[in-house]
């Protein structure tokens, strides 16, 4: 590995048309702005490098690591490519991220399957709030919800999440993915209703910060939260944020250097 030797290297895939060619003239822009400020040279040679990478190889060459991954006690996630051969006891759930965050691979995702497979009882209500692929939301309707609300702030990531509602067999009328910001919108946040038995957030922390005093207006009384995404070092800083909410810490699991934890809203 040996990457602590080497330089620091940040690699960002740009679109080939005039919104990529903004982007890289930022690059370029601030990249001379550190540089003139570097009287020391610190931040090392501070120079850019271009390549090409063609659609076939961004769109598919990825696909070859997703394999069928067992999560919790009942759960297979699988890509569509992939059969489910030899899982004939588990809840298959296939999914295709494309772009958007979630195939159950990343420790996060699935801390945040383990405690949604350990806490929700059947016919229960559930909002997935950041829900990238759509991955918790369906999981949690093939585990039994009466229904669930997707959403992110990506509207390439609520198509997804449709799409892979679509792909599970989802009942339309029980699952809805929707687009929006509910830390800034509060119409849009009002438009997502109330009264649901379990919320969960697999997003990061700041995000989860800003999040916290939302969360008990979307739960009914000893309704459910469920966070995810938290590097350790911000463990105690995100949890204390949701307790001082008047959430109750049920459980918290651990990942190598990850985070989820389970909580009770006592109204």
């Known amino acids: 590995m040996q990457l602590s030797d080497g330089e620091t290297v940040i690699t960002a895939y740009l679109p080939e048309n005039a919104q990529g060619l903004d982007y890289l003239e ?18 090392g040679r501070l120079e850019y490098e271009l390549a090409n990478v063609t659609e076939e190889d961004w769109a598919n060459n990825w696909k070859q690591y997703f394999k069928p991954i067992a999560v919790g006690e009942r ?41 949604i497979e350990k806490n929700l009882e059947k016919g229960e ?23 669930a609300a997707a959403v992110d702030i990506d509207a390439n990531s609520v198509k997804i999440a449709a799409e892979n509602a679509e792909k599970n067999h989802i009942d339309i009328q029980h699952y809805k993915a929707v687009c929006g910001n509910v830390i800034d919108d509060g119409a849009f946040r009002e438009s997502l209703g109330s009264g649901y038995d379990m919320v969960c957030a697999n997003i990061v922390a700041d995000v989860l910060l800003a999040m916290a005093p939302l969360f008990p207006g979307f739960l009914k009384a000893g309704g459910k939260l469920i966070i995810s995404g938290i590097i350790d070092s911000r463990k105690d800083e995100v949890i204390d944020a949701v307790k001082a909410q008047g959430f109750e810490l049920c459980e918290i699991k651990t990942l190598e250097d990850w985070t989820a934890a389970s909580f009770i809203w006592r109204n």
Do not use: M
């Not at 930022?26 to 610190?42: I, P, Y």
């Not at 030899?86 to 999914?95: A, F, M």
């Not at 990238?132 to 309707?141: D, H, N, R, T, V």
């Open 125 to 147: 209500r559930l909002l997935d709030l950041g829900c990238g692929s759509g991955i918790l939301s369906i999981a949690a309707l093939l585990l039994g919800a009466q229904s």
């Open 26 to 43: 930022s690059v370029k822009s601030e990249l001379a702005a550190l540089k003139s400020r570097d009287e020391n040279g610190l931040f």
């Open 75 to 115: 759960l297979l996630i699988k890509p569509s490519w992939e059969d489910a051969k030899g899982w004939e006891d588990k809840t298959v759930l296939e999914i295709d991220p494309a772009a958007s965050f979630g195939t159950g691979q990343h420790n996060t995702t699935r801390l945040c399957l383990e405690l």
